[in-house]
């Protein structure tokens, strides 16, 4: 700051004398005028002793002289004109760069106050505060060290408010209020979509939905649990639920796919013990429906009475 306004007096000075030059250029021309009309005078006195010519000849000097002096003039206020508005337009930056200098000390000044406040929420722990203010934290002027700890915390805030709210789900499931535990597991779930957690929270989601009469949303989210690769251990898990909430649906093809994925990859699970005897089922309903299917088509052709 101290610099800029030295520089500013510096150009103001330099200003203040161009015109001082200016003046004194202007002193001299009129002097200059003065001494020529003497001499003009000087030389009418002596025209009776001189002939026209060289009137005529000292008449041109004088011309030629005013109007190098004019030309010479002329030159000096265009330089110190064009001097003048070259420290104008610089002075006109400094001015700018002052201003934008004084808003970004303003903006951090006001980012340090967010940022203090925000980290006293870290300190205190108050998650659902910390999460709730980030959008508006992450947009303030911080510094790049400021906003890489804020985010880290708030993403660490994340991942413990939905892991909270996905075990009070766990309970309302094991206390079969469904309809209350799906709520809490969607809610895990937009607190932190793409967490570690996230599989076992689509999977226990999963589970709820089809609990609560919902097996066409559950199916989605099985077959979610079982592509996934974030946590392979839930695949079978997932396999499961595919199988069972596809056969709700009605759909038997799926059904019996799942089941036999869920066999094949896990042979020695717990869950393929089970998916056994429900493939055999599965696929005993297919085949009876598609032979079911084959006599109903065939009837019209022996019926001639039927519509």
């Known amino acids: 700051m101290r610099d800029v306004e030295d520089e500013v007096r510096e150009i103001k000075k330099e200003i203040v004398e161009s015109r001082g030059l200016i003046i004194k250029t202007n002193n001299l021309v009129n002097a200059l005028g003065s001494d020529i009309k003497s001499i003009a005078k000087r030389q009418a006195g002596y025209e009776r002793r001189f002939k026209w010519d060289s009137g005529v000849a000292l008449a041109v000097i004088g011309v030629l002289t005013f109007l190098g002096l004019k030309l010479y003039y002329d030159a000096q206020l265009s330089a110190y004109r064009s001097d003048m508005g070259s420290a104008e337009t610089a002075a006109e930056e ?17 980012a340090a106050a967010q940022a203090e406040k925000y980290y006293g929420l870290i300190r205190a722990r108050k998650r659902a505060e910390v999460v709730e203010q980030y959008p508006t934290i992450s947009k ?8 890489a700890v804020f985010r880290d915390f708030e993403q660490q805030f994340r991942r413990d ?4 709210v996905y075990k009070k789900g766990l309970v309302l499931s094991e206390g079969r209020k469904y309809a209350d535990a799906i709520k809490h597991f969607e809610e895990a779930i937009e607190l932190d979509p793409d967490g570690s957690n996230t599989p076992a929270i689509r999977s226990a989601l999963a589970f709820a939905l089809r609990k ?14 079982a592509q996934q690769e974030t946590d392979l251990a839930l695949q079978p898990d997932g396999w499961w639920l595919t199988a069972l909430s596809a056969r709700d649906v009605g ?8 089941l036999r994925v869920l066999i094949n990859k896990w042979p020695r699970s717990v869950l393929s013990r089970d998916a056994r005897p ?4 599965v696929t005993k309903q297919i085949y009876l429906g598609k032979k079911g299917a084959t006599t109903t088509t065939a009837a019209p052709a022996t019926s001639p009475t039927s519509n």
């Open 212 to 225: 609560d009469g919902r097996p066409a949303e559950a199916l989605v989210l099985a077959q979610q649990v």
């Open 140 to 147: 303030a002027a911080l510094s790049p060290a400021e906003a």
């Open 161 to 164: 408010l939905s892991l909270a």
């Open 278 to 281: 429900l493939l055999r089922e």
């Open 94 to 110: 400094l001015r700018v760069d002052l201003g934008d200098e004084v808003r970004r000390a303003s903006e951090r000044a006001s």
């Open 251 to 258: 759909d038997l093809d799926t059904s019996r796919d799942a």
